[in-house]
């Protein structure tokens, strides 16, 4: 079954330091992967996705990830925190096979400091 | 913001009462899934419906059933509520049923079951 792991529930970083929020993945089967955000009382927002193709995707609001698949990672990183970047991250893996399931993570809270 | 609207906002129920949950997709999207966030935790699927059929489910049981209507608008039914059925509940439309097609999420409802 999938299943997708975050590294540490809190991560804290000052404005204009870089932001890495980790993520693996397990998945018997080529993934599609997922990194959302939810800012309080507010649905989730996609902010990138891996299908296929390049394994280096780029999203909204600066933020990129890249699939490794060696390492089962989709690490999400943006070069330049900023105060509006504050929210819950979950990333998702999701495929072809599995009847439409979603697997979410348990979420990360990025904390900016001015 | 989404297209996407959820009914009510908040709601709060007993122990062994019924729910309707409603979402309105957003337009020319035939895909609604629905998912559980319990407070902390990410979001788990429940399930999919494509065209007015159910299209896949995740690891709920059937007291959890829905409906997609011919605009498809969607609700969610939960039957014999259970402490632990209190969460967010968020739906999702999308283009298509294949999870290449990006989900746009409604607000969520909030469920407290007493």
């Known amino acids: 079954a999938q299943s997708v792991t975050q590294l540490g529930s809190h991560v804290s970083v000052s404005e204009g330091a870089l932001v890495l929020l980790r993520c693996n993945y397990s998945s018997s089967v080529p993934p599609y992967l997922f990194w959302y955000v939810q800012y309080p009382n507010q649905g989730l927002q996609l902010l990138l996705k891996y299908t296929t193709g390049a394994t280096l995707v780029k999203g909204i609001n600066g933020f990129e990830a890249e699939f490794k698949k060696s390492e089962t990672s989709f690490h999400l990183t943006k070069p330049s925190a900023h105060m509006s970047d504050a929210a819950e991250y979950f990333c998702a893996v999701s495929d072809l096979y599995n009847n439409n399931d979603m697997r979410f993570g348990a979420g990360t809270r990025l904390t900016v400091k001015p | 913001e989404t297209g996407v609207t959820q009914s009510p906002t908040h709601l709060i129920k007993t122990r062994g009462q019924q729910v309707t949950l409603r979402c309105s997709s957003q337009?020319?999207?035939?895909?609604v899934s629905w998912y559980q966030q319990a407070l902390g935790q990410g979001p788990q699927f429940i399930f999919q419906y494509y065209r007015e059929e159910e299209n896949g489910r995740g690891n709920f049981p059937p007291r959890f059933s829905g409906l997609q209507f011919p605009n498809y608008s969607s609700e969610l039914n939960v039957n014999a509520l259970e402490l632990d059925d209190s969460a967010l509940y968020l739906c999702a439309s999308s283009r298509g049923r294949d999870r290449t097609y990006e989900q746009y999420f409604g607000p969520g409802t909030r469920l407290t079951v007493t």
């Open positions: 337009s020319g999207h035939n895909t």
